[in-house]
C-alpha cells in the first residue's frame, strides 16, 4: 500500500466530547470539523447520506450488536429527529441476513447498499442489492438485484449509478433502473480491513474513503483515494489522511460539506471540501 502523502489535519482526543448534538472543535489552522454523536450504541456503524438539511445514518447492527438494519434521521445541526428500525429485512435465496451498507441521497429519494457478506457465504455467492426509499417518510419503494460482490456505497455521476465493492478493486457503473454497464478497475491496494465503504465525485475526481478500524487502539484509517477519470479509466492522484481516527466508512458530498461515518467513535464527522485539497505533510 502507498504511504499516505496529503491529507487533512489530524484529530484527536475525541472521547471527551459533549454526548450529542453537533459540536465545533477547533484547529491550529482555525478549521473546523463539526461533531454529531448518535444517540445509540453502534449506530454510525455503515454510512451517511445528506440533502443539507437532514442526515441519514445507516446501521446493520441494533444497540447489542446483533444484526439489524436501522436508519437513523439528525438535522444538519445535530438534533435526532427519528429513526427506521428493521428498515431492511430482505434476505438471500438461502434465506440470509443481507446488511446495510452505505446510503446516498438522490432527489427525494434515499438508495442503501445491502450485502450478504456478514453472513459468511461462500465467496462464490456474495452478492448486493440496492434499496431505494423515500426520503419523506423512509417507505421501502424497490429493491434491485446487482449481482455478485460486496457492494459499501453508491453514488449518480454522469447519468449513470457507480458502486464500490467491500472485496474489489474496482468501480462498477449502473444506468438509473441498475442494469450493469461497465466495469473500471481502481489501481490501488487496501489492506486487511477491506476496501472502499464511501464515495462521491468532484467535477471528474473519485473520492474513495477506505476501510478504517472497528475500535480504538488499532489503526488510524487508512484513507481516501483520490482519482481523475477521463471518461475511459480512473487515475490514482492521492492518498488523503480522514479527519478523525475513525473516520473510515461512508461518507457524502453535499454542497461544500463532506459527512464522514466514524464507526469507533459513534459519530458522524463533518468537514469542509476545501481542506481535502490543502496538503498537511
Not at 453502534?42 to 446501521?59: C, D, H, M
Not at 437513523?72 to 440470509?96: C, L, P, Q
Not at 472485496?167 to 477491506?194: A, H, M, V
Not at 458522524?268 to 476545501?274: C, D, S
Request: proline content about 2%; aromatic content about 14%; charged content about 25%.
Amino acid at each position: 500500500m502507498k504511504k499516505i502523502i496529503t491529507g487533512m489535519c489530524v484529530l484527536i482526543g475525541l472521547s471527551g466530547l459533549v454526548q450529542y448534538g453537533i459540536q465545533a472543535i477547533d484547529h491550529k489552522d482555525d478549521d473546523k470539523v463539526n461533531i454529531i454523536k448518535m444517540q445509540k450504541n453502534f449506530r454510525a456503524w455503515q454510512g451517511v447520506g445528506s440533502n443539507g438539511k437532514l442526515i441519514y445514518v445507516t446501521t446493520d447492527r441494533n444497540e447489542k450488536f446483533s444484526l439489524s438494519n436501522t436508519i437513523s434521521v439528525y438535522g444538519i445541526k445535530g438534533n435526532f429527529i427519528k429513526e427506521k428500525t428493521k428498515a431492511y429485512i430482505g434476505m438471500d435465496s438461502h434465506k440470509r441476513f443481507m446488511s446495510f451498507g452505505d446510503c446516498y441521497v438522490s432527489g427525494d429519494f434515499l438508495y442503501a447498499t445491502v450485502y450478504n457478506f456478514n453472513s459468511s457465504p461462500p465467496e462464490k455467492d456474495r452478492i448486493s442489492r440496492i434499496v431505494k426509499y423515500r426520503l419523506s417518510d423512509l417507505k421501502q419503494i424497490k429493491t434491485y438485484d446487482i449481482g455478485e460482490g460486496t457492494a459499501e456505497s453508491l453514488v449518480k455521476y454522469k447519468e449513470s449509478f457507480w458502486v464500490v465493492y467491500h472485496d474489489k478493486n474496482e468501480i462498477r457503473r449502473f444506468d438509473t433502473n441498475f442494469k450493469f454497464l461497465e466495469s473500471y478497475p481502481l489501481s490501488e491496494q487496501f489492506g486487511g480491513e477491506g476496501g472502499y465503504q464511501g464515495i462521491f465525485f468532484e467535477g471528474d475526481d473519485l473520492y474513495g474513503n477506505l476501510h478504517g478500524s472497528n475500535k480504538y487502539g488499532e489503526n488510524y484509517a487508512q484513507g481516501m483515494d483520490k482519482y481523475h477519470f477521463d471518461g475511459h479509466s480512473f487515475k490514482f492522484v492521492e492518498r488523503i489522511k480522514p479527519p478523525t481516527y475513525g473516520s473510515g466508512q461512508g461518507v457524502e458530498k453535499v454542497g461544500n460539506l463532506i459527512f464522514w461515518t466514524d464507526r469507533p467513535g459513534n459519530q458522524i464527522v463533518i468537514t469542509n471540501k476545501g481542506k481535502i485539497n490543502q496538503p498537511k505533510y
